[in-house]
């Protein structure tokens, strides 16, 4: 939503005062098609070119997800803390039924609980193959830890390939607007002998394109690069959580205080809060 009003007040600031201070938009509506496909086109190449198959598929779906904004919410983290309590609670008192959740995840009952959850490989795997280590005797915490936070860096380090590489395409579009411009002063000067009102208007349509190059540059796609990227951030602290939880399960906390190491771990905009998650572990134990 405020993606949407963000494009819509910026167009609105720059060719309203435009237009306000007596600017004509004549010129500008007859540069732009032949301007837009040089720059656009350009910078389209040029991000064909230097990235690979899985970044450009990743592209549209990444732009999709900087307008949704981030995936996880308050109540999916108090679902995965909730999760996780009962994961643990099982490997501690039943540690042959424990494998049968996390070899078979996808018919369990504890994670058929949280479909969303379940829904997610990432978050299924991380957990599973966490808890699997773990069932095999592999329970240094302090190495697990380790394993874990290689295996988030690497995943922070592909989730971040498409804000990357719309923020290399922000940076090469003011210079691709200058080609574009250096463009039309190349015709403007094969038309020297034209009246002056020709040669102003050609010379203003040279000009559209530094205006393109610039604007699109740091009006859009710079701010969408830097959007997805906080949205991409948020997103795996999610994960950051429950390898928090697993980390204090595999140091033999008391379940209670695993997860509360979890919440805290919860950004604070989208922390439950102490009462609610109490609550929510009180009434899963009755239903035990």
Known sequence: MF???GIVLTMAMVFGGYLLAGGKMGVIMHALPFELMMIMGAAVGSYLLSNDSHTLKATIGGIMRAFKGPKWTAADHQDVLCLMFQ???IARENPVELEQHIEQPQDSAI???YPRLLAD???VSLIADTMRSASLNYDDPYQVEEILAHRLAAMREEEMHVPHALQSMADALPALGIVAAVLGVIKTMSAIDQ????LGKMIGGALVGTFLGVFLAYGFVAPLAQRLGNVVKQDLMFFDVIKSVLVAGLHQHATNLCVEVGRQAVPDHVR???DGLE?????LKKAA
């Open 3 to 5: 993606g949407i009003i």
């Open 272 to 274: 439950p809060s102490f």
């Open 121 to 123: 490989h990432e978050v």
């Open 195 to 198: 009246p002056p009102e020709v």
């Open 87 to 89: 994961l643990l609670k």
């Open 111 to 113: 994670f058929g609980a």
């Open 279 to 283: 609550t929510a572990l009180r009434d």
